[in-house]
């Protein structure tokens, strides 16, 4: 598995999807160094919940047999609903804190497309 493009790839789009989003309540041409800066915070928890999760399912699974294209369509789902069900559970705990939906979003949507990333089979 191609894990640290997949890594590479999925901090870059959670930052993105994280300051578009935040950008909307405040943006100034002084932010871009905080905007570089978060590339290392948001680095270390997408590598955490990545390989904390989605990357050792996959590991689990290809290693007793499963494609790859077999665990995305039994795991995925259920992974995807509780993923939602905690990123819709923060948001209204947070009281719609604009960061904070920014976080869950681009949390989200992260690792909904690194499970897509993971599944792909090698082109050869």
């Not at 905007?35 to 290693?63: C, D, E, N, Q």
Request: aromatic share 20%; charged share 10%; glycine share 4%.
């Amino acid at each position: 598995m191609h894990v640290v493009s997949n890594l590479a790839k999925s901090c870059l789009l959670a930052t993105v999807i994280f300051w578009i989003i935040a950008g909307t309540d405040y943006m100034d041409i002084d932010m871009i160094l905080v905007i570089f800066l978060s590339f290392i915070p948001i680095f270390f928890i997408a590598t955490i919940v990545i390989l904390g999760s989605i990357y050792v399912i996959f590991w689990l699974r290809v290693k007793n047999g499963f494609s790859k294209r077999q665990v995305y369509k039994t795991f995925y789902p259920y992974y995807a609903i509780t993923a939602f069900g905690i990123a819709v559970f923060g948001i209204i705990s947070s009281g719609f804190d604009i960061y904070i939906i920014a976080f869950f979003t681009s949390a989200f949507i992260t690792t909904s497309q690194s499970w897509i990333w993971f599944a792909k089979e090698k082109q050869r």
